[in-house]
């Protein structure tokens, strides 16, 4: 249970300071996108969670030898440096090599399989969870209709700008 109030509060420092520069640019309380930020908010948990479970299904068939509870303490706790500087221009791209790192090495010491094995069973997580999100998005993206062209486009796009003026005013 601490490693998921852990992941809990990790998760919500990078949420709160992308909220707090908003606000302090004049943004207003109820927004589009302080309700997506809201909305990511258990998103970015589950997504760690479903992670971390098909990191472990991989870890498994290399022969990692402890249960889920250690491949999710070595998901969330090398996910920290990338979760807390994403929104800092190139150290971001430098943090996730930084905790795809420590989570071969923290899988490697906490499953205990080579470091060789964890790579394998990262690489086939890596792909299969490709695999499936271009499948479960392309089946949503086939039934989701188009309503920037349909008969009603027009008149949803003008109480959308209204709304936001409303908002903003």
Known sequence: TFILKYLAILTLIPLLVIFAIGMAQGGVLISNF??????????????????AG?????????????????????????????????LVPFINFLSLLYSIFLMIIGLSKLQKVSVRRVITAFILAILTGMVLFF??????????????????????????KEFIGQMQS
């Open 34 to 51: 302080n309700i997506i930020l809201l909305l990511s908010y258990p998103t970015i948990i589950v997504s760690t969670l479903i992670e």
């Open 54 to 86: 098909l990191f472990h299904i991989f870890i498994k068939v290399v022969r990692g030898k402890q249960d889920f509870s250690e491949t999710c303490k070595a998901t969330i706790y090398s996910s920290t440096p990338y979760l807390l500087l994403f």
């Open 135 to 160: 499948l479960i998005f392309s089946l949503i993206g086939s039934k989701i209709p188009d309503w920037t062209t349909g008969p009603y486009s027009k008149e949803l796009i003008q109480e959308g």
